[in-house]
C-alpha cells in the first residue's frame, strides 16, 4: 500500500502582533514610515554611487550592493507585516510562506557575507594602505560580491525544502508576523528533529563565521587606529568603526540570538521584538550609516542632486522657449 499524504494545511494564518490590538494602527504608521525611510535612502545610495565616478571604488560598490540587498530583504517581509496590521490574521498559501522562508533565508545569508566582505574591505584599506589597490581589486570585487549573492542563493534553498517536505496536519496559525523557521517547525505533525539539527548547523556556519570574521577584520582595526598619531584621526576613524560595528552587532546579535541560541523560555511577543530588529531596524540603519555619516557620499550626492535639477532647468527653458 502506498504511503498516504497526511499534509492537510494549504494555508497558514499569520497572528502577528494579535496582544496588541489597540496599537495597530499606530505600529502601522511606524512599520510603514520607516519602510519608506529604508527603500527611499537605499535606492539614494544606488543612485548616487551609479551616478558618480569618483564613487565607484569597491567600498561603495560594496555598498551599492547591500542597499539593493536590502531593498529586497525588506520588501520580503515588511509589505505582509503592514497588510497583517490592517486585517488582524492574514493568511499566506503554504507555497508563498515557503517562498517567503527561502528568500528571507537566501536574503539574510546573503547579507552576511557582504557584510564581512565589508569588513574585510575596510581592513585592507585601513591596515594595509599600500597594497590596497592590488588586493582588493575591482575584479577581486566583483569575484567576492558575486560570491556572496551566489553563497546566499545557495543557502536558501535547504532549510527552505526540508521544512516543504514536512507534514502539517493542523493548526495552522503562526504566531508571527511572517513565515519564520522557529514558530513554523512546531506546526508540522511529523518529526522536526534532524530538520532543527540541519537549520541550527547552518546558522552557526553563516552568521556565527561571518560575525566571527567580521569582528576579527574590525579588531586589527582598532589596533591600527590606535597608532594613529593625531588625536582627532583617532576619533574620526573609530566615530566612523564604532558606528559600523554597531548596526553589525545589533544584525547578527538579534540573529543569533533566534537561530543558534534560541531560548524556549522568551514568550512569542519577545521573538517578535527580536524579530522586528533584524527585518526592520537594521534595514533603516544600514543607509544611515554607511553612507549618510560619510563626507564624500554627501558631496556626491549634493553633485548628483544639482546635476539632475541643472538638466530639469534647462528642459524646462527649452520647453517654454519653443513654446
Known amino acids: 500500500m502506498e504511503p498516504q499524504n497526511i499534509s492537510t494545511v494549504t494555508e497558514f494564518q499569520l497572528l502577528g502582533f494579535q496582544d496588541l490590538l489597540e496599537w495597530q494602527t499606530l505600529l502601522f504608521a511606524i512599520f510603514l514610515f ?11 545610495i544606488i543612485v548616487v554611487v551609479s551616478q558618480d565616478q569618483q564613487l565607484h ?3 561603495y560598490m560594496f555598498l551599492k ?51 564581512a566582505m565589508m569588513a574585510y574591505d575596510r581592513y585592507l584599506a585601513i591596515c594595509s594602505p ?43 496559525q503562526i504566531n508571527h508576523f511572517f513565515c519564520a523557521l522557529l514558530p513554523l517547525m512546531p506546526l508540522s505533525c511529523s518529526s522536526i528533529y534532524i530538520t532543527e539539527m540541519v537549520i541550527f548547523i547552518l546558522s ?13 577584520s574590525y579588531l586589527f582595526i582598532v589596533s591600527s587606529i590606535l597608532r594613529i598619531p593625531s588625536a582627532s584621526g583617532r576619533m574620526k576613524t573609530f566615530a566612523t568603526c564604532g558606528s559600523h ?19 524556549t523560555h522568551l514568550s512569542p511577543e519577545i521573538n517578535k521584538i527580536i524579530s522586528v530588529f533584524y527585518t526592520v531596524v537594521t534595514p533603516l540603519l ?38
Not at 34 to 44: E, P, Q, R, S
Not at 82 to 98: E, K, R, T, V
Not at 204 to 216: G, H, S
Request: net charge positive.
Open 34 to 44: 520607516i519602510y519608506f525611510l529604508t527603500v527611499t535612502g537605499n535606492v539614494v
Open 57 to 59: 571604488s569597491p567600498m
Open 65 to 115: 550592493h547591500l542597499s539593493f540587498l536590502v531593498i529586497w530583504y525588506t520588501f520580503t517581509i515588511v509589505p505582509l507585516l503592514l497588510a497583517n496590521l490592517l486585517s488582524w490574521g492574514q493568511s499566506i498559501s503554504f507555497p508563498a510562506c515557503m517562498a517567503q522562508l527561502y528568500f528571507f533565508v537566501f536574503f539574510g545569508a546573503t547579507e552576511c557575507f557582504l557584510l
Open 130 to 172: 599600500l597594497h590596497y589597490t592590488f588586493l582588493m581589486s575591482p575584479e577581486m570585487c566583483s569575484k567576492l560580491v558575486a560570491t556572496s549573492w551566489l553563497t546566499g542563493f545557495s543557502t536558501g534553498f535547504l532549510p527552505s525544502l526540508m521544512i516543504s517536505k514536512l507534514d502539517f496536519c493542523g493548526p495552522n
Open 204 to 216: 552557526i556556519a553563516v552568521l556565527c563565521i561571518c560575525f566571527f570574521l567580521t569582528l576579527v
Open 245 to 263: 560595528l554597531l548596526v553589525v552587532t545589533v544584525y547578527y546579535g538579534s540573529m543569533i540570538s533566534m537561530y543558534v541560541f534560541p531560548n
Open 286 to 323: 544600514n543607509p544611515v550609516i554607511y553612507s549618510l555619516r560619510n563626507k564624500d557620499f554627501k558631496v556626491a550626492f549634493k553633485k548628483v542632486v544639482a546635476n539632475k535639477c541643472g538638466i530639469c532647468g534647462v528642459r524646462l527653458k527649452e520647453i517654454f522657449f519653443i513654446s
